[in-house]
T-cell receptor, first 114, second 113 residues
Framework: AQSVTQPDIHITVSEGASLELRCNYS??????LFWYVQSPGQGLQLLLK??????LVQGIKGFEAEFKRSQSSFNLRKPSVHWSDAAEYFC????????????FGRGTQLTVWP | SAVISQKPSRDICQRGTSLTIQCQVD?????MFWYRQQPGQSLTLIAT?????????ESGFVIDKFPISRPNLTFSTLTVSNMSPEDSSIYLC??????????FGPGTRLTVT
């Protein structure tokens, strides 16, 4: 069965520290992969996507993610976290067959200490 | 990109009643999607709405409970029928663009009392 795992429910980092949020998926083929951020009271904002090609993708707000087929992972990274990055982050592979049918991970809540 | 608006932004409804949520997109799209985010949970896909055909529902969701309309390429509605407190959620409309990006509306926060 298809699945997506975000193993970390909650991560706390200090401002200026580096960040890596993990995402693992289980699909038969390489899915399209997305990362979203949801701030309190805000809607979902698309951070970045992987469709094909270069496995290291750049997104908005200084985020990047690397697709590793051998590990079925699509981890999100940022070299230096800002206090405004505190939010919930969702990894979402596309289920395939029809583009747009996303399967969301349970999310990782990021807290940033000043 | 796509700009999506939803109405209402929030509502409080009594159990047993129905609520229709509207979704408007600023450009024509083939597929529109409806998601649900229950309190403290992640998002779950309810159904895919294709213009000119019946919506396709995911496992666990049925048309009688969540009827969907898609009258044109920029608009869709989701009705939550015969509501119970378990239907209290944020309902989000979403579209997939030709640039392989997926955008979400601001959501409709529904509370059922």
């Amino acid at each position: 069965a298809q699945s997506v795992t975000q193993p970390d429910i909650h991560i706390t980092v200090s401002e200026g520290a580096s960040l890596e949020l993990r995402c693992n998926y289980s699909y038969g083929a390489t899915p399209y992969l997305f990362w979203y951020v949801q701030s309190p009271g805000q809607g979902l904002q698309l951070l970045l996507k992987y469709f094909s090609g270069d496995t290291l993708v750049q997104g908005i707000k200084g985020f990047e993610a690397e697709f590793k087929r051998s590990q079925s992972s699509f981890n999100l990274r940022k070299p230096s976290v800002h206090w405004s990055d505190a939010a919930e982050y969702f990894c979402a592979p596309d289920r395939g067959s029809t583009l747009g049918r996303l399967y969301f991970g349970r999310g990782t809540q990021l807290t940033v200490w000043p | 990109s796509a700009v999506i608006s939803q109405k209402p932004s929030r509502d409080i409804c009594q159990r047993g009643t129905s609520l229709t949520i509207q979704c408007q997109v600023d450009s024509q799209v083939t597929m529109m999607f409806w998601y649900r985010q229950q309190p403290g949970q992640s998002l779950t896909l309810i159904a895919t709405a294709n213009q000119g055909s019946e919506a396709t529902y995911e496992s666990g969701f049925v048309i009688d409970k969540f009827p969907i309309s898609r009258p044109n390429l920029t608009f869709s509605t989701l009705t939550v029928s015969n509501m119970s407190p378990e239907d209290s959620s944020i309902y989000l409309c979403s579209v997939h663009t030709g640039s392989y990006e997926q955008y979400f509306g601001p959501g409709t926060r529904l509370t059922v009392t």
